[in-house]
């Protein structure tokens, strides 16, 4: 039997059935299987799929694996290594591309999604603010803190800079837990309150303050304890 016409002709189909469906429903091997085509040309790549995945435990673990890492497993090397490994590097790049178009925002689903490759794989909390204008494009995205798993510190001045480059606005604080727990310590609570009384005299608006982990994200403003804060006319009091 020759094995490469068999692996041709599976390749083939695996090819029209992302063509016909794109990678929906389909399951974290066969999504490294067609990817891994590209890099490895002449072997049956199921089976590195497959030790990929038992190695790293899902497809984002894979994602998020080193170069190193990813080469180190059986049938894998170099050039697959930065294959896989790039995934999630352009995936960040065209979150920050979007930047460009000024989208509007209007959710906090909406701002997580947008964020979420910046502050993912990660052992650090990052903290960045969000700038909107009067009509509610986005201007800008800064980070303005990063820290180890105690918690980042955040300088209020240095935001107000960026507010006052920016004009903006409308700001939206974001930063992620790298612990997978998305509820705001008092840390958090705290940097709120000052950082929403901080912007007032500037006649700017704090407007939602959200934290992201790597499967969710909890939003302040849509809180019934701090939604005083951001819809109401006082400041935020324990």
Known sequence: MDNGNVHKGHRQKVRQRYLANGLEGEPAHNVLELLLFYAIPYKDTNPIAHALIDRFGSLSGVLRASIPELASVKG???NAAILLHLVLDVYKAYADDLLQTGDTMETAEQIVDFMRP???NTVDEKVYVLCFG???KLLAVRKVAQGDLVGARLDVRAIAAIVLETNAQDVVLLHNHPNGVAS???EDIETTKQLYVFLNT???HLVNHIIVTENGYY???DKARF????YGMEPLVD
Do not use: D, Q, W
């Open 76 to 78: 894998m090397g170099e």
């Open 118 to 120: 910046k502050v993912i």
């Open 134 to 136: 009067a009509n509610g």
């Open 184 to 186: 705001p310590s008092g």
């Open 202 to 204: 500037m006649h700017a």
């Open 219 to 221: 939003s302040m403003a």
């Open 227 to 230: 939604v005083h804060l951001f």
